[in-house]
């Protein structure tokens, strides 16, 4: 069974702080990773997948597979960032992602 | 392009009575998707549906039914609202490449 786990439910960092919001999963295939956030009031949005190996807004993401893990990370947080962020896994022939639960980040000034 | 949209934006309804969630793209993908948002429990598939004219259950079906008669739209129907189906009701789509596109979302209360 497919399972991603976000340990925290929440983060909380001041401004220029570096973030790393953890994101472990649980698959026997070989998994597609991605980051997704929703800021206040607003739908989620695809923040970035492992397989672009992109910089989105300063965040970048590595795949563990030895680890499972997929954690974010931003060397300096900015106020802006504040949002909730989900992890997921997509599968192959399965287009629907599993979520986690999501951890809210919070960057105060 | 709007992408995905949703109605109502939000809802406020009887225990026991019906309602449908209206979801519509104007992307031309051919998966769409129900997820529900429960605090603490993250985004729960409920419904998908890979292609028009076919639809498979999610996570948490129960309580739920879909139909997917052509490729923009996938209805969502309660056919007899509880309380436990108070959430905020997300549909989305897929691309070739597998991102998701999610509408604004519908709040849902039963009371």
């Known amino acids: 069974a497919q399972r991603v786990t976000q340990p925290e439910k929440l983060l909380s960092v001041f401004k220029g702080a570096p973030v790393e919001l953890k994101c472990n999963y649980s698959y026997s295939g070989s998994p597609e990773l991605f980051w997704y956030v929703q800021y206040s009031r607003q739908r989620l949005q695809l923040l970035l997948r492992h397989i672009s190996r992109e910089s989105i807004k300063g965040f970048t993401a590595d795949l563990n597979k030895g680890e499972t893990s997929f954690h974010l990370k931003k060397p300096f947080a900015q106020e802006e960032d504040s949002a909730m962020y989900y992890c997921a896994l997509g599968s192959t022939g399965r287009r629907a992602l599993t979520f986690g639960s999501g951890t809210r980040l919070q960057v105060q000034p | 392009t709007a992408g995905i949209t949703q109605a109502p934006t939000s809802q406020i309804l009887a225990a026991g009575r019906s309602m449908t969630l209206r979801c519509t793209q104007d992307m031309r993908h051919n998966a769409m998707y129900w997820y529900r948002q429960d605090l603490g429990l993250g985004l729960r598939l409920i419904h998908y549906?890979?292609?028009?004219?076919?639809?498979g259950k999610g996570e948490v079906p129960d309580g739920y039914s879909v139909s997917r008669a052509n490729t923009d739209d996938f209805p969502l129907t309660l056919a007899s609202a509880v309380p436990s189906q108070t959430s905020v009701y997300f549909c989305a789509s897929s691309d070739q490449g597998g991102r998701q596109f999610f509408g604004p979302g519908t709040r849902l209360t039963v009371l």
């Open positions: 549906s890979n292609t028009a004219g076919t639809t």
